[in-house]
């Protein structure tokens, strides 16, 4: 992760180092914000964001079912985010912004404390690895179950929510693996700390659904547009932990990871200990998609417009 010089706070630009908040800032103390995670990417169109105004709809729909206003226009957002990666002279970067409860009376109702936002940016290379993405990574089932939906919003991305990825993340590595897979509360397939699922069997791709408690991936939207348009069938459906042992191929999908294959479940060889030829084809078109060098696909980027040159 390198430092950027900027970050847009509360409609301004502050040197990183000065982005600070007050103590009592109601989501320190209780998890109170929703954030997004977002790349940009270097395209022949110029630096590029994926699929930015859906997680910006993602994001105030974390917002709202959270309570909170976000006090910006989603076009304000996004342009803010444009001269926030133009401003720090990034041609391609990880994008955080998060709206939260700021300081104001303590105490858990949160309506009188005020709606905050910051976005900032790095740049950030692959998540698990450029080895990981290439050969596939190990997981792990976690003995954590993922959040229920009679406790919380699985569908939100609120960062309180995180403290249950944080500790299958903590799990997993200790345990000497890159990755952990959450099971939902039945028991059946769900997701992993920062990343869907998707398992392939006989050429046919699942995938678990909003049912299995998953947060809605942009990315697992556009692996299953792409696996679907190279003609494989994608199935949404609960997955049973042993058809993770059984899989000719399992991959993963997010902002962070992009796409990664698994190599191992549990010790298990997926297939046959290598990337398979199904998660090559939708990896390839993915990151064809992702660096712009996809017509089909040109819609997903919006293009950081270049700073007005000086005067
Ligand atoms: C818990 C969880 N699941 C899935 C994902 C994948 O979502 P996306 O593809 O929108 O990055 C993420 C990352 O945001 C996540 O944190």
């Not at 010089?5 to 914000?33: P, Q, R």
């Not at 709809?57 to 957002?77: C, E, G, H, I």
């Amino acid at each position: 992760m390198n430092q950027a010089d900027l970050i847009w706070m509360n409609g301004e630009l502050v040197a990183w180092e000065d982005a600070k908040i007050h103590v009592l800032t109601h989501a320190l103390h209780y998890g109170t914000g929703v954030f997004e995670g977002i790349r940009a990417y270097e395209t022949p169109r110029g630096t590029a964001i994926f699929r930015h105004h859906d997680h910006i709809d993602r994001l105030f729909n974390s917002a709202s079912m959270y309570y909170m206003d976000v006090p910006y226009t989603k076009a304000q957002v996004r342009e803010a985010t444009h001269d926030l990666i133009a401003r720090n002279g990034l041609r391609s970067c990880y994008i955080r912004p998060v709206v939260y409860r700021g300081a104001g009376p303590m105490g858990l109702y949160p309506l009188d404390c005020p709606v905050e936002m910051f976005i900032a940016v790095w740049e950030w290379g692959a998540y698990l690895g450029e080895e990981g993405k290439q050969r596939g990574v190990r997981a792990k089932v976690s003995s954590w179950r993922r959040i229920g939906p009679d406790a919380l919003i699985p569908a939100a991305k609120a960062n309180g929510q995180y403290l249950n990825s944080v500790l299958a993340k903590i799990e997993a590595s200790k345990g000497g693996y890159e990755e952990a897979i959450l099971l939902d509360q039945r028991g059946t397939v769900c997701e992993g700390t920062g990343e869907n699922l998707f398992v392939v069997k006989n050429g046919v791709i699942t995938t678990p659904g909003f049912t299995s408690s998953i947060l809605g991936g942009i990315n697992r939207l556009s692996a299953i547009q792409i696996a679907r348009d190279l003609g494989y069938e994608v199935v949404e459906r609960e997955i049973s932990r042993g058809e993770l042992y059984m899989a000719d191929e399992i991959f993963m999908t997010g902002t962070a990871a992009e796409l990664t294959p698994l190599r191992e479940v549990d010790d298990h060889a997926v297939g046959t200990g290598e990337p398979g030829p199904v998660t090559r084809a939708v990896q390839t078109a993915f990151e064809d998609a992702l660096h712009g060098r996809s017509d089909r696909y040109a819609d997903w980027l919006d293009v950081v417009p270049l700073p007005a040159p000086a005067p």
